[in-house]
């Protein structure tokens, strides 16, 4: 870098009357020309014209001010622009840093290390607003579509053992009625003492089937008058068998709930059938009617609500680190391997332990690295807009909003108030303003 | 200077130490098996993280493949209990849908068009703030890099009224002039520190056989330049292909497939078919170029990290 200063350029240029200042004026002005003229016109002028327009009104007719600037503090969805970018960069830069670090060290001596840092990596190449798509599905709250949600539930179910949940079960004849939801009813109505009830099921992946399961008892016998009794079962037999009857390896669904139901709709009874499916009720009154009931067939666990507004800042910014983990863990990595070796094995022959090696010799070493990461970090965290725009929906996008959405959202998502608009635009501009300081003091250094 | 002798992601770090491996053989297999333990969970670890950053997007492309009444009640793992259910007419949709292939159309002219503009000015004015002298050419260069910090958000409501008072408001031209500039205190400053770097002799050997500067620059410097060129043009054209925000504000019609997916989001839950092989449709470039050039990436990286 320091080569600047001796250019070739300079020796010859200080002579007074050369013939070919004016040629060589005109060479830089075509040089430089085009890219003075872009920045000027798309940079510097709107900078300038943004700063003047955030002290006029909407309509840019009456002066105001400060105003516009005071309306940022006190606006509602304006500050909770302010709170969530706040706590954007309270902790994304930092975790994104910290996460770097630790895969950086991590991998450096692992085989398989360049297919691992492509991994990480490769959400870089994704937009960010791709990456908000992506993440929108993984976090459905739905446990039966959402990723997330759905490894929650699996990890629940594996921890608690609750069993399957016959989350899409069907009526095996249409002598029962009913939907997931309400319950199946059987059409017919059962007095005490006569024949066993039988509620037969489908659409029951092995998977969903209680663990205790035995098979059905196709002679179910109930203790002679006074009381109703049946089976709940799996009414699935490969290779066909007769529907609506339990027959020899169709496999009782035990836990389910039934209900004894008078002619009004109204429960009287309940029980819980047996690992054969089996259920009995003492009843003696007049004719009734059994059903499974709904709760057989709800979710035990109904997922984490990740878009919905208490969680949407944590599920914005676990896709954010997604995406710049690889960014960090590869300008570290970098800096990891510049550290000289021999350094790091005079330590360890001094008789420092790794950790020992790590915090008091690597460490201090990668300062100027990691202090690179969680600056840059700092200033795309300070902007983020399209991630926060993709991956929440509609209803959380107050919740979620930040200060770059914010500035976007009053000067073209319908409320158009260019004036307001403007002072977020300048308050953005003065919040990386001490980045322009550092750039300019590292460009000087350099010098 | 950083972009040319910077490690890349896949580059391994000479942690291996060849001399070490013929005294491995000679291990017991007890050791073997003691060492082997002792890493695996590191390794374990290591793979659960590497899946844990790989699900999501082959979520996405399972979500794509899957027929639209299955996937608004299912996961896309479901693919796996039964992969006869994939089809490729959520693709055929999204190709015979006009809105979305004149979308892909235009993101392909913006990002091609505005990186050959924003390679050729960048290397333009970063060759003469490396190797032709003007007065306050030091300062001029620290404005740039000052510029380099600059939100988009800043230009937006001048430029707005700008694009509209004038004709180029919901044009191609105009989004590809308004990522230009912004690209250019990134691709000056990457362009000159490269610049900077080449040994001055061979310069001024080229100025002293009387060729123009001109000449120079296109014959001599443009070639020398491409390592820095590439990683300036991966950049500059994933970070418009991927751009959302600058497409949103200067048009409307003029759609790139970032904005296209936007209009369809609001209906995330009934139009998930659509945009789940939009944006996987979208990905396929930017993966392609990172994984056909992704040394330059990570230099361009290197050298600029501080945007």
Redesign the interface.
Do not use: C
């Given at each position: 870098?320091s080569?600047?200063s001796?250019?070739?350029?300079?020796g010859s240029?200080a002579k007074a009357p050369d013939p070919q200042r004016w040629g060589?004026?005109l060479?830089?002005a075509?040089?430089?020309g085009?890219?003075?003229v872009?920045?000027l016109?798309?940079?510097?002028?709107?900078?300038i014209?943004?700063i003047y327009?955030s002290f006029f009104d909407k309509t840019g007719d009456d002066f105001v001010w400060f105003e516009n600037y005071t309306a940022i503090f006190s606006t509602d969805n304006l500050t909770t622009a302010l709170q969530n970018n706040a706590l954007w960069v309270a902790v994304v830069p930092a975790l994104v840093t910290a996460i770097g670090l630790v895969?950086a060290v991590?991998?450096?001596?692992?085989r398989w290390?360049?297919?691992?840092?492509?991994?990480?990596?490769?959400?870089?190449?994704?937009?960010?607003?791709?990456?908000g798509?992506?993440?929108?599905?993984?976090d459905d709250k739905d446990p039966?579509?959402?990723?997330i949600n759905?490894s929650i539930g699996a990890v629940q179910d594996a921890l608690g053992g609750s069993g399957g949940v016959l989350t899409r079960a069907k009526a095996s004849t249409d002598a029962l009625t009913g939907d997931l939801r309400t319950g199946f009813v059987l059409k017919a109505t059962v007095q005490g003492g006569a024949d066993p009830v039988f509620l037969g099921l489908t659409g029951i992946p092995p998977a969903q089937v209680p663990t205790d399961a035995v098979d059905a008892n196709p002679q179910v016998e109930g203790p002679s008058s006074g009381a109703i009794f049946g089976t709940v079962w799996r009414d699935f037999k490969p290779g066909g068998g007769e529907a609506g009857v339990p027959e020899a390896g169709e496999l009782g669904i035990p836990g389910a709930t039934v209900e004894l139901r008078d002619s009004g709709g109204k429960v009287l009874q309940t029980v819980e059938t047996k690992p054969d499916g089996s259920f009995t009720f003492e009843y003696n009154g007049g004719p009734a009617k059994v059903a499974i009931a709904a709760k057989t067939f709800e979710e035990p666990f109904s997922g984490v609500s990740w878009l919905g507004p208490k969680l949407i800042n944590p599920a914005i910014m676990i896709a954010y680190i997604?995406v710049w983990?690889?960014?960090a863990?590869?300008?570290i990595?970098?800096g990891?391997?510049a550290i000289s070796?021999e350094v790091l094995e005079a330590a360890r022959t001094d008789g420092a332990t790794e950790w020992q090696v790590f915090r008091k010799v690597t460490a201090p070493m990668l300062a100027p690295v990691l202090s690179?990461?969680f600056?840059?970090m700092l200033?795309n965290v300070?902007?983020v807009?399209?991630i926060v725009?993709?991956v929440a929906?509609?209803s959380s996008q107050d919740d979620a909003n930040v200060i770059?959405l914010a500035?976007?959202r009053t000067?073209?998502g319908g409320v158009n108030d260019?004036g307001l608009?403007?002072a977020?635009?300048?308050f953005?501009?003065l919040l990386?303003?001490p980045?322009?300081a550092?750039?300019?003091r590292?460009?000087?250094r350099e010098? | 200077?950083a972009a040319t002798s910077?490690?890349t992601?896949?580059?391994?770090?000479?942690?291996k130490n060849p001399a070490l491996a013929p005294g491995r053989q000679k291990d017991g297999f007890a050791k073997k098996i003691g060492r082997w333990s002792r890493r695996a969970p590191?390794?374990i670890?290591?793979a659960l993280?590497?899946l844990f950053?790989?699900?999501?997007?082959v979520?996405?492309f399972f979500?794509s493949i899957m027929p639209a009444d299955l996937?608004s009640?299912?996961?896309?793992?479901k693919f796996f209990s039964d992969p006869s259910v994939a089809t490729f007419d959520n693709y055929r949709a999204v190709f015979n849908n006009n809105d979305l292939t004149s979308a892909i159309w235009t993101t392909v002219l913006i990002s091609v068009g505005n990186t050959v503009l924003l390679v050729l000015?960048?290397a333009?004015?970063g060759?003469?703030?490396?190797?032709?002298?003007?007065p306050g050419r030091?300062a001029?260069?620290?404005v740039?890099?000052?510029?380099?910090?600059?939100?988009l958000?800043?230009?937006?409501?001048?430029?707005?009224k700008?694009y509209q008072s004038t004709s180029l408001f919901d044009t191609v031209p105009g989004l590809i002039?308004?990522h230009?500039?912004?690209g250019?205190?990134f691709g000056?400053f990457l362009m000159r520190?490269f610049f900077?770097?080449i040994p001055?002799d061979i310069?001024?050997s080229a100025?002293i056989d009387g060729a123009?500067?001109?000449r120079i620059?296109f014959k001599l410097m443009l070639p020398l330049a491409l390592p820095a060129i590439a990683s300036l043009a991966i950049f500059q054209f994933?970070w418009t292909?991927?751009?959302?925000?600058v497409a949103?504000?200067f048009g409307n019609d003029t759609q790139p497939i970032?904005v296209a997916?936007?209009s369809q989001?609001?209906q995330?839950g009934s139009n998930?078919e659509l945009?789940?092989p939009a944006?996987f449709v979208?990905?396929l470039i930017?993966?392609a170029?990172?994984?056909g050039f992704?040394k330059y990436?990570?230099q361009g990286?290197?050298a600029g990290?501080?945007?």
């Amino acid at each position: 870098m320091s080569h600047a200063s001796s250019s070739p350029a300079e020796g010859s240029g200080a002579k007074a009357p050369d013939p070919q200042r004016w040629g060589r004026r005109l060479t830089t002005a075509v040089f430089l020309g085009p890219a003075v003229v872009m920045l000027l016109v798309w940079l510097v002028y709107p900078t300038i014209a943004t700063i003047y327009r955030s002290f006029f009104d909407k309509t840019g007719d009456d002066f105001v001010w400060f105003e516009n600037y005071t309306a940022i503090f006190s606006t509602d969805n304006l500050t909770t622009a302010l709170q969530n970018n706040a706590l954007w960069v309270a902790v994304v830069p930092a975790l994104v840093t910290a996460i770097g670090l630790v895969l950086a060290v991590m991998t450096e001596k692992i085989r398989w290390q360049v297919a691992f840092r492509l991994a990480i990596f490769m959400p870089m190449a994704i937009s960010l607003f791709a990456a908000g798509v992506i993440w929108r599905i993984m976090d459905d709250k739905d446990p039966s579509k959402g990723t997330i949600n759905a490894s929650i539930g699996a990890v629940q179910d594996a921890l608690g053992g609750s069993g399957g949940v016959l989350t899409r079960a069907k009526a095996s004849t249409d002598a029962l009625t009913g939907d997931l939801r309400t319950g199946f009813v059987l059409k017919a109505t059962v007095q005490g003492g006569a024949d066993p009830v039988f509620l037969g099921l489908t659409g029951i992946p092995p998977a969903q089937v209680p663990t205790d399961a035995v098979d059905a008892n196709p002679q179910v016998e109930g203790p002679s008058s006074g009381a109703i009794f049946g089976t709940v079962w799996r009414d699935f037999k490969p290779g066909g068998g007769e529907a609506g009857v339990p027959e020899a390896g169709e496999l009782g669904i035990p836990g389910a709930t039934v209900e004894l139901r008078d002619s009004g709709g109204k429960v009287l009874q309940t029980v819980e059938t047996k690992p054969d499916g089996s259920f009995t009720f003492e009843y003696n009154g007049g004719p009734a009617k059994v059903a499974i009931a709904a709760k057989t067939f709800e979710e035990p666990f109904s997922g984490v609500s990740w878009l919905g507004p208490k969680l949407i800042n944590p599920a914005i910014m676990i896709a954010y680190i997604w995406v710049w983990a690889g960014f960090a863990m590869v300008i570290i990595a970098a800096g990891l391997a510049a550290i000289s070796r021999e350094v790091l094995e005079a330590a360890r022959t001094d008789g420092a332990t790794e950790w020992q090696v790590f915090r008091k010799v690597t460490a201090p070493m990668l300062a100027p690295v990691l202090s690179v990461v969680f600056i840059t970090m700092l200033i795309n965290v300070l902007k983020v807009f399209d991630i926060v725009l993709s991956v929440a929906p509609a209803s959380s996008q107050d919740d979620a909003n930040v200060i770059a959405l914010a500035m976007w959202r009053t000067s073209f998502g319908g409320v158009n108030d260019f004036g307001l608009g403007s002072a977020i635009a300048v308050f953005l501009l003065l919040l990386v303003l001490p980045a322009l300081a550092l750039n300019i003091r590292r460009f000087k250094r350099e010098q | 200077m950083a972009a040319t002798s910077a490690p890349t992601p896949g580059s391994p770090v000479k942690a291996k130490n060849p001399a070490l491996a013929p005294g491995r053989q000679k291990d017991g297999f007890a050791k073997k098996i003691g060492r082997w333990s002792r890493r695996a969970p590191l390794q374990i670890f290591l793979a659960l993280i590497a899946l844990f950053w790989l699900v999501p997007t082959v979520g996405l492309f399972f979500t794509s493949i899957m027929p639209a009444d299955l996937i608004s009640q299912d996961g896309w793992w479901k693919f796996f209990s039964d992969p006869s259910v994939a089809t490729f007419d959520n693709y055929r949709a999204v190709f015979n849908n006009n809105d979305l292939t004149s979308a892909i159309w235009t993101t392909v002219l913006i990002s091609v068009g505005n990186t050959v503009l924003l390679v050729l000015l960048s290397a333009m004015a970063g060759y003469a703030f490396a190797w032709l002298e003007f007065p306050g050419r030091d300062a001029l260069f620290v404005v740039v890099i000052g510029l380099l910090v600059v939100p988009l958000q800043t230009a937006l409501i001048p430029i707005f009224k700008l694009y509209q008072s004038t004709s180029l408001f919901d044009t191609v031209p105009g989004l590809i002039l308004f990522h230009v500039a912004f690209g250019l205190p990134f691709g000056v400053f990457l362009m000159r520190n490269f610049f900077v770097g080449i040994p001055k002799d061979i310069l001024e050997s080229a100025r002293i056989d009387g060729a123009s500067e001109l000449r120079i620059f296109f014959k001599l410097m443009l070639p020398l330049a491409l390592p820095a060129i590439a990683s300036l043009a991966i950049f500059q054209f994933l970070w418009t292909w991927n751009d959302l925000i600058v497409a949103l504000t200067f048009g409307n019609d003029t759609q790139p497939i970032t904005v296209a997916i936007f209009s369809q989001l609001r209906q995330f839950g009934s139009n998930i078919e659509l945009i789940a092989p939009a944006s996987f449709v979208s990905l396929l470039i930017p993966l392609a170029v990172f994984f056909g050039f992704q040394k330059y990436f990570a230099q361009g990286l290197l050298a600029g990290s501080v945007k």
